[in-house]
Structures are given as C-alpha cells and as structure tokens.
C-alpha cells in the first residue's frame, strides 16, 4: 500500500520495496545546491526544495533524488557537514511525504546521516574511488546502492576520458567495484549499476556506453541510465551558436529515457520529469507492458 503522504493529489510509493517492479521508473531530480550545471540555486533553500521535490512527484517520479554537492566537470568540493545542512531537513520532509528518496553523495557521513533522516538508497558518484567506508555501511545497512562508473574527481575527470574500448573499460572497472561490494556483504538484488554518462566520458564515448547498455543489464543488476541535460546531448544537438544550453536538451533526454526504456533499464534520473514519464509509458505501451503507466494511488488498499 502507498504512503499516505500526497503530492498534488499524488501518493508517494513509500519505501523502496514498494517501488513498481515491472516497468522502467523515472527518478526525478532536486540539486540544492548553488552552482549545479542545469539548475543550481532554483531550488537550493528548505521550502524550494522541498516544493519541487513534491513537484516532482506529482509530474511522475517513483524516486527523488537529492543532492546537495554539484558533482559537474570543475565543481567545487564542500564537506560532509555543509552537505548535509542542505539536505537533511530536506529529505526528513519529503519522507515524510511519502517519497521514495535517493541520495546523491559520495561521503560515508552524509550516507549514514540521510538513511537515519528517512532516505531510501544511496547513490554513490565516486566511481574508482569509491571508499571502503562507503562500502562497509551500505552492506551493515543492508540498502539499495547505486554503483556508478567514474574515474577522477570532477575537476580531474575529463582529462581521464582516455580509452582503447570504452564500453569494454567501463564494465570491466564497473564489475570490479562490483566485486567490492558484493564481498563486503550488500545483496546482490540491492546493487544498482550505472554506467556514469558524462563522467570521465566526452561526446562519443557515451554513446557507445549506451549503445553497450544490454551488457550491463547482462551483469542481472538493475542499472540507472543518467543522461539528463548532458553535455554530450548539447554536442548531439550543437548548431552554429554552438552546444544546446542545458535548458534545451529535455526532448531529447525523454527520447534516451523512451530508450532506455525499452532495452529495460531499472530507472532513468531526469530534471524534467513530465517528458520522461511520458516517453517511459509510451515505450511500455509499444512493448505490451500493462498498464505503462503505475500511479501509487492504483495500488492504495491492495
């Protein structure tokens, strides 16, 4: 049964386990924070936030995914406690609320403080780097972990987007870390792969990623597709006046989450979730999946 909590006359699903298992799921996301690539500072006070977090409930999100420290290509690094001022009454909230929440961190402290405020899974950008503490308290919790590929640090990554066989170096370092987590004791079926488009990754090369998405979901993991507003759909998109801006891209983001879709990936992570959600069903529709589209209210009192 879905939470009691609505958004604009929409239930959030209310925990993880309640989350639609037959259809793609749409994760909506909220930067709170000052300086993201696509739209930093819109919603980055307490009550904006939280505002669109529900917003983005009622347009359609299974998940929020919260972040509170810019991850794009030259972004500057804040600490474990300045994150967590942004976004921990957030996340109280909007678990409150109803919402299935998703956290975007890479910091043990932040992981371990957002699951005790109400959130749902971790959602680790680290890659490569990825910390034996990150690990450790996703196994002891015994939490959904979204696993993503990346080499460097924002500030270092473009320059590390140097490959003989992109698809092939990005699975094979994904199954690496996978292997970490898995020993480290997290189950399986709550691993959650993501190739990291954008991340150490330029123009082509996340095209290719793409184009190798049914290896990864070969592996039996759910995997994230984040393509959101990214710079590589900018290039796509480039007329004389150069690369799309941001603000531009979301036709094209809902065609690669239709896609997405329809090759099977476990979510897809947008900042405009109405033309997702509505690419995401009408893949469904096409392929046969009844119904496409899962409001949690469809299942209040089952």
């Known amino acids: 049964m879905a939470a009691p909590g609505t958004a604009g006359g929409r239930a959030g699903w209310g925990s993880f386990e309640a989350l639609p298992t037959d259809r793609t799921l749409v994760m909506g996301i909220l930067n709170v924070t000052p300086d993201s690539f696509s739209d930093g500072g ?22 929020v995914d919260v972040g509170g420290e810019s991850t794009r290509p030259g972004s500057e690094r ?7 001022r942004r976004i921990l009454p957030v996340v109280a909230e909007l678990a409150a609320a109803g919402a299935v929440l998703s956290v975007d961190t890479f910091h043990p402290e932040t992981a371990e403080a957002v699951l005790d405020a109400g959130a749902h899974v971790i959602n680790d950008v680290s890659g490569l780097s990825t910390s034996a503490e990150m690990i450790a308290l ?38 690496q870390l996978r292997a970490r987590v898995l020993e480290a004791g997290l189950p399986p079926e709550l691993l959650i792969l993501d ?3 954008g991340f150490a990754k330029r123009g082509a090369q996340n095209w290719a990623v793409l184009r190798a ?6 592996t039996g993991h759910r995997v994230l597709v984040a393509g959101s507003r990214k710079r590589f759909l900018g290039g796509l998109l480039e007329d004389a006046a150069g690369p799309r801006p941001p603000g531009g891209r979301d036709v094209a ?16 992570r947008v900042h405009d979730v109405r033309s997702s959600a ?9 392929a046969g999946v009844e119904p496409p589209v899962l409001r949690p209210s469809a299942g209040a009192g089952a």
């Open 213 to 218: 998405l049914p290896r990864l979901l070969g």
């Open 278 to 286: 509505d690419a995401v069903a009408v893949a469904h529709a096409w």
């Open 138 to 175: 996703v196994a002891q919790r015994r939490v959904p972990y979204v696993l993503m590929h990346a080499r460097g640090t924002p500030g270092t990554m473009d320059s590390l987007a140097v490959y003989d066989d992109v698809a092939g170096e990005v699975l094979g370092e994904l199954e």
């Open 78 to 84: 804040i600490g474990p406690a300045e994150e967590q």
């Open 195 to 197: 190739p990291g488009l």
């Open 253 to 268: 983001t809902a065609a690669l989450s239709a896609l997405a879709a329809r090759e099977g990936a476990w979510a897809v």
């Open 42 to 63: 819109a919603h980055a006070g307490h009550r904006a936030a939280v505002a669109h977090g529900l917003r983005l409930m009622a347009e359609g999100a299974d998940l």
